[in-house]
């Protein structure tokens, strides 16, 4: 399976952005999807998941009533809808897979199948 992660780009604090993420090999149906971001010197941080009934979602603290996390089985894809981006929202956002559960949606060994990251970029 190979995920393809869009739609960054540079907005001003207060902006919105959509990322998308194009699951190919597989029915994205078969697959629990997060997200994920590293900002400059810090460690990759969970973003948001859903789980492949696409039933339930999970966020983070930092972005909860700010993020959503969405999937169209037609297209294959995942979104992540961010809404009023802050500074701190500055980073490379990555989507990633996986077709069973180990225990937590929140740890990266969840996920074995990664995109290449897309960069956000928010500005005061």
């Known amino acids: 399976v190979q995920l393809q992660a869009s739609g960054g780009g540079s907005v001003q604090a207060g902006g919105s952005l959509r990322l998308s993420c194009v699951v190919s090999?597989?029915?994205?149906?078969?697959?629990?999807m997060g997200w994920f971001r590293q900002a400059p010197g810090k460690d990759r941080e969970f973003v948001a998941a859903?789980?492949?009934?696409?039933?339930?979602?999970y966020y983070a603290d930092s972005v909860k009533g700010q993020f959503t996390i969405s999937r169209d089985n037609a297209k294959n894809t995942v979104y992540l809808q961010m809404n009023s981006l802050k500074p701190e929202d500055t980073a490379n956002y990555y989507c990633?897979?996986?077709?069973?559960?180990?225990?937590?949606?929140?740890?990266?060994?969840?996920?074995?199948?990664w995109g290449q990251g897309t960069q956000v970029t928010v500005s005061s």
């Open positions: 090999g597989r029915t994205i149906s078969n697959y629990n």
């Open positions: 859903m789980t492949k009934s696409g039933g339930i979602t």
């Open positions: 990633a897979a996986s077709t069973y559960y180990s225990g937590s949606y929140y740890s990266e060994g969840q996920y074995a199948y």
